[in-house]
């Protein structure tokens, strides 16, 4: 028995009706993101939309001016002392990447391995390898500028209740160890996360595989080499697109040791630290607005295009293995 | 259960638009009261005493403060005033978002000189040429506080002098004169730390620290007014031999500051002074209360700047350190204006400068103070500017900065006194225009 044409319409036409609220109630969902979109827009794209803008304009003191085009940026790059000041950020900021990935990714990911193994007490050691990650960046800064003081800290105090006096030194009065001083500072305070991120990583793999490895006679080393590293491939990823932006971020550590000047005689300066300056060293620094406005937009740049650069690189070597 | 989801949605999409629209309109009024003329004083209605709040970057005034507001309170019970202090590394920030937005503050501390001037042309301010006892302030600490149009925007708060403290007994022990000269000044050093007695007390972790102890040494190198006269005249400039030989004292000084002075703070400073274990130290006369509130005892007195030879002139390095002014934006002008009648009295100047051991800019108000008294004879005696602070003030960087920073360039080996000289040079070039 068939239904009739007029029954099977209605009944289509209320199926679609049917698909259509169905539908409304998909798109209604989609509304519920609202708030957060508009929070998100007032307090993330704004921001930065403004800091484009900004660099755009003169500025004099806290009054905008004309428009000027690239103007802020041509100075930026061209005109000393900006051009002096922004480079040496610049090569600061991969120094400072360099040094963490040596110092923090390098022994994190050993600590990891350490942590994996079979021993004893491996809640304790994450548990003390984390704690610095507790502290604030400005308490750190704020402690280790007593440890390095040269006159009463506890490292040079140290070095010579032990008889290594000829090692004491201002750790970050001179433009020779400053830097590093404060990578090694970095590292300490940032190892805990690695040490976390890398361990997760390593326990994602299947241990099956090390005990087939094991049975065709690889060695520990051509384990570590072959397996274990590629396959903790996507946490060196995180990590190492973490410790860049990190690198390229970096400025309360700096700030708390160093001030803004980040001395001695800029020794310690990186493009926030710059930035900081530029945008915020006076109230109502003639040109500054403009100027620190550029450089927060060249920041943005570099810092999102290397990180893409780096997300790609690493999927193709993901996706290749 | 559908209803009930619609009517959240709304009751949260009515939230945010209501939220939204008040900032908006927040903002709006802000922009508003910023950019036009303030609205006549309302006196508030009895039971209702209006709230003024000051910022300050002086946290380590508090104390005086409260006693200084309370006295101000009692006079006037309608109007409250909210001492609001920031550390002076992040007062610059905070000021400039507040005045930005247009909310927060009414009373407003003032870097002087460039400082006051580039805030009061940005319009950020009220002039108060016609506040009762304004214009009853020496001209020359009034100018610490105009705008470009010549209107005074901010009651000089204190003159601050750059002095070499020097400890009475440390010298005493030693059978030592204190220096007036710089061939003195280099045997005095060697005399103390034959003694192993740090003979300067010198910081250089902050770079301002050098610009400071340049002003009261260089004096030995290039006089004081007479010379500061035919730089603003574009006469000489700073690769001029005697501002160089300046910098070249600064370096020959070096030996006789503290072990690894560039990474010291100066609160280390201090401390390897007021225990007696450097003879010297030099900074703003800020610091004499320091030293009273640390080390009551310590027998300390003061030295201007360095005579050029025996017996020549001996100039204290002044400046005025910083003003209150009234944020534009304020809702209560009238009584922002009292309140600075208030801080322009002798009464408050005389209350200052007994309670906080300073120099008040007010005329008329006499130092209880023994060290406070010298400095102002010093000062009727011969005076001169903080160069740098005073008349190099401006530029991005400021100049004063480059230079300072150039001197710590040149204690780690960085720079040469050619080139720091030089470095100078080229950021005053930028905008600095010689008086004709």
């Given at each position: 028995?068939?239904?009739?044409?007029?029954?099977?319409?209605?009944?289509a036409?209320?199926?679609?009706?049917?698909?259509?609220?169905?539908?409304?109630?998909?798109?209604?969902?989609?509304?519920?993101?609202?708030?957060?979109?508009l929070?998100?827009?007032?307090?993330?794209?704004?921001?930065?939309f403004?800091?484009?803008?900004?660099?755009?304009?003169?500025?004099?003191?806290?009054?905008?001016?004309?428009?000027?085009?690239?103007?802020?940026?041509?100075?930026?790059?061209?005109?000393?002392p900006?051009?002096?000041?922004?480079?040496?950020?610049?090569?600061?900021?991969?120094?400072?990447?360099?040094?963490?990935?040596?110092?923090?990714?390098?022994?994190?990911?050993?600590l990891?391995?350490?942590?994996n193994?079979?021993?004893?007490?491996?809640?304790?050691?994450?548990?003390?390898?984390?704690?610095?990650?507790?502290?604030?960046?400005?308490?750190?800064?704020?402690?280790?500028?007593?440890?390095?003081?040269?006159t009463?800290?506890?490292?040079?105090?140290?070095l010579?209740?032990?008889?290594?006096?000829?090692?004491?030194?201002p750790?970050?009065?001179?433009?020779?160890?400053?830097?590093y001083?404060?990578?090694?500072?970095?590292s300490?305070?940032?190892?805990?996360?690695?040490?976390?991120?890398?361990?997760?990583?390593?326990?994602?793999?299947?241990?099956?595989?090390?005990?087939a490895?094991?049975?065709?006679?690889?060695?520990?080393?051509?384990m570590?080499?072959?397996m274990?590293?590629?396959?903790?491939?996507?946490?060196?990823?995180?990590?190492?697109?973490?410790?860049?932006?990190?690198?390229?971020?970096?400025?309360?550590?700096?700030?708390?040791?160093?001030?803004?000047?980040a001395?001695?005689y800029?020794?310690?300066?990186?493009?926030?630290t710059?930035?900081?300056?530029?945008?915020?060293?006076?109230?109502?620094?003639?040109?500054?607005?403009?100027?620190?406005?550029a450089?927060?937009?060249?920041?943005?740049?570099?810092?999102?295009?290397?990180?893409a650069i780096?997300?790609?690189?690493?999927?193709?070597?993901?996706?290749?293995? | 259960?559908r209803?009930?989801?619609?009517?959240?949605?709304?009751?949260?999409?009515?939230?945010?638009?209501?939220?939204?629209?008040?900032?908006?309109?927040?903002?709006?009024?802000?922009?508003?009261?910023?950019?036009?003329?303030?609205?006549?004083?309302?006196?508030?209605?009895?039971?209702?005493?209006?709230?003024?709040?000051?910022?300050s970057?002086?946290?380590?005034?508090?104390?005086?403060?409260?006693?200084?507001?309370?006295?101000?309170?009692?006079?006037?019970?309608?109007i409250?005033?909210?001492?609001?202090?920031?550390?002076?590394?992040?007062?610059?920030?905070?000021?400039?978002?507040?005045?930005?937005?247009?909310?927060?503050?009414?009373?407003?501390?003032?870097r002087?000189?460039?400082g006051?001037?580039?805030?009061?042309?940005?319009?950020?301010?009220?002039?108060?040429?016609?506040v009762k006892?304004?214009?009853?302030i020496?001209?020359?600490?009034?100018?610490?506080?105009?705008?470009?149009d010549q209107?005074?925007?901010?009651?000089?708060?204190?003159?601050?002098?750059?002095?070499?403290?020097?400890?009475?007994?440390?010298f005493?022990d030693?059978g030592?004169?204190?220096?007036?000269?710089?061939?003195?000044?280099?045997?005095?050093?060697?005399?103390?730390?034959?003694?192993?007695?740090?003979?300067?007390?010198?910081a250089?972790k902050?770079?301002?620290?050098?610009?400071?102890?340049?002003?009261v040494?260089?004096?030995?190198?290039?006089?004081?007014?007479?010379?500061?006269?035919?730089?603003?005249?574009?006469?000489?400039?700073f690769?001029?031999?005697?501002?160089k030989e300046?910098?070249?004292?600064?370096?020959e000084?070096?030996?006789?500051?503290?072990p690894d002075?560039?990474?010291?703070?100066?609160k280390d400073?201090q401390?390897?002074?007021?225990t007696?274990?450097?003879?010297?130290?030099?900074?703003?006369s800020?610091?004499?209360e320091?030293?009273?509130?640390?080390?009551?005892d310590?027998?300390?007195?003061?030295?201007?700047?360095?005579?050029?030879e025996?017996?020549?002139?001996?100039?204290?390095?002044?400046?005025?350190?910083?003003?209150?002014?009234?944020?534009?934006?304020?809702k209560h002008?009238?009584?922002?204006?009292?309140?600075m009648?208030?801080?322009?009295?002798?009464?408050?100047?005389q209350?200052?400068?007994?309670?906080?051991?300073?120099?008040?800019?007010?005329?008329?108000?006499?130092p209880?103070?023994?060290?406070?008294?010298?400095?102002?004879?010093?000062?009727?005696?011969?005076?001169?500017?903080?160069?740098?602070?005073v008349?190099?003030?401006?530029?991005?960087?400021?100049?004063?900065?480059?230079?300072?920073?150039?001197?710590?360039?040149?204690?780690?080996?960085?720079?040469?006194?050619?080139?720091?000289?030089?470095?100078?040079?080229?950021?005053?070039?930028?905008?600095?225009?010689?008086?004709?």
């Amino acid at each position: 028995m068939s239904m009739p044409v007029t029954d099977k319409t209605a009944a289509a036409k209320k199926e679609s009706a049917k698909v259509r609220r169905g539908n409304w109630k998909k798109h209604l969902v989609h509304l519920f993101l609202l708030p957060a979109l508009l929070f998100y827009i007032w307090f993330q794209i704004y921001p930065i939309f403004s800091a484009f803008l900004n660099s755009f304009f003169a500025w004099d003191g806290l009054k905008r001016g004309a428009f000027i085009g690239l103007e802020n940026f041509v100075r930026l790059f061209t005109e000393s002392p900006f051009q002096e000041t922004f480079f040496r950020g610049l090569a600061h900021n991969v120094i400072f990447f360099i040094g963490i990935v040596l110092t923090k990714l390098v022994v994190a990911f050993v600590l990891a391995l350490f942590i994996n193994s079979k021993i004893r007490g491996k809640e304790f050691f994450k548990m003390v390898i984390f704690m610095p990650k507790l502290l604030s960046v400005i308490v750190v800064g704020f402690l280790f500028s007593l440890i390095l003081n040269p006159t009463y800290g506890a490292l040079n105090t140290f070095l010579k209740f032990i008889g290594l006096e000829e090692l004491a030194r201002p750790w970050l009065g001179s433009p020779d160890t400053a830097l590093y001083t404060i990578i090694l500072v970095n590292s300490w305070y940032g190892l805990g996360f690695a040490v976390l991120i890398f361990l997760a990583g390593l326990q994602a793999i299947p241990s099956e595989i090390y005990d087939a490895a094991k049975i065709d006679g690889a060695s520990g080393l051509t384990m570590l080499w072959r397996m274990t590293v590629p396959l903790a491939m996507p946490s060196i990823m995180v990590m190492t697109i973490l410790s860049f932006i990190g690198a390229f971020e970096t400025f309360e550590l700096i700030f708390a040791m160093q001030g803004s000047q980040a001395g001695p005689y800029y020794s310690t300066d990186v493009l926030a630290t710059y930035f900081y300056r530029l945008a915020f060293g006076s109230v109502a620094g003639g040109e500054s607005i403009g100027l620190g406005s550029a450089l927060a937009v060249v920041l943005f740049l570099m810092i999102s295009s290397a990180t893409a650069i780096l997300l790609f690189f690493f999927r193709r070597k993901e996706y290749e293995q | 259960m559908r209803r009930v989801g619609v009517w959240l949605f709304c009751a949260i999409l009515m939230l945010v638009v209501s939220a939204c629209s008040s900032s908006s309109t927040t903002s709006t009024t802000g922009e508003q009261t910023t950019g036009a003329a303030p609205s006549p004083a309302v006196e508030p209605a009895k039971g209702e005493p209006v709230e003024l709040v000051m910022y300050s970057w002086r946290p380590e005034d508090k104390d005086a403060y409260t006693k200084f507001i309370a006295e101000f309170e009692k006079q006037h019970t309608n109007i409250k005033v909210k001492f609001k202090p920031f550390k002076s590394t992040e007062y610059n920030t905070i000021l400039s978002n507040s005045l930005t937005a247009g909310t927060g503050v009414d009373i407003v501390q003032l870097r002087p000189y460039s400082g006051t001037t580039s805030i009061a042309d940005a319009g950020y301010l009220l002039p108060i040429d016609d506040v009762k006892g304004v214009q009853e302030i020496p001209k020359a600490y009034l100018d610490a506080a105009r705008g470009s149009d010549q209107k005074v925007y901010g009651v000089p708060l204190s003159i601050n002098s750059a002095v070499i403290f020097y400890n009475k007994k440390v010298f005493e022990d030693n059978g030592l004169q204190p220096p007036q000269t710089w061939d003195e000044l280099i045997h005095v050093s060697q005399a103390l730390q034959a003694k192993g007695i740090v003979p300067i007390a010198q910081a250089g972790k902050a770079a301002y620290l050098l610009s400071i102890a340049h002003s009261v040494i260089g004096t030995s190198s290039y006089g004081g007014n007479e010379y500061v006269d035919k730089l603003l005249t574009g006469e000489v400039n700073f690769n001029d031999p005697a501002f160089k030989e300046s910098i070249q004292h600064m370096q020959e000084l070096a030996p006789f500051f503290p072990p690894d002075f560039i990474g010291i703070d100066d609160k280390d400073a201090q401390a390897l002074f007021y225990t007696g274990k450097a003879a010297m130290y030099i900074n703003g006369s800020y610091r004499l209360e320091t030293f009273e509130k640390q080390s009551p005892d310590l027998p300390i007195d003061i030295l201007p700047g360095l005579a050029k030879e025996k017996g020549g002139d001996t100039p204290m390095i002044n400046w005025v350190d910083g003003s209150y002014g009234i944020a534009k934006a304020t809702k209560h002008p009238e009584e922002a204006k009292i309140f600075m009648e208030f801080l322009a009295s002798k009464e408050f100047g005389q209350m200052f400068s007994d309670d906080l051991s300073r120099l008040s800019a007010i005329a008329g108000v006499t130092p209880k103070h023994p060290l406070v008294q010298k400095m102002t004879q010093l000062s009727e005696r011969s005076m001169a500017p903080y160069l740098m602070l005073v008349h190099f003030g401006e530029g991005t960087p400021t100049t004063k900065t480059t230079f300072e920073d150039s001197l710590q360039g040149m204690y780690i080996g960085k720079l040469t006194v050619n080139k720091v000289a030089e470095d100078t040079q080229a950021s005053a070039d930028k905008w600095f225009k010689p008086k004709k």
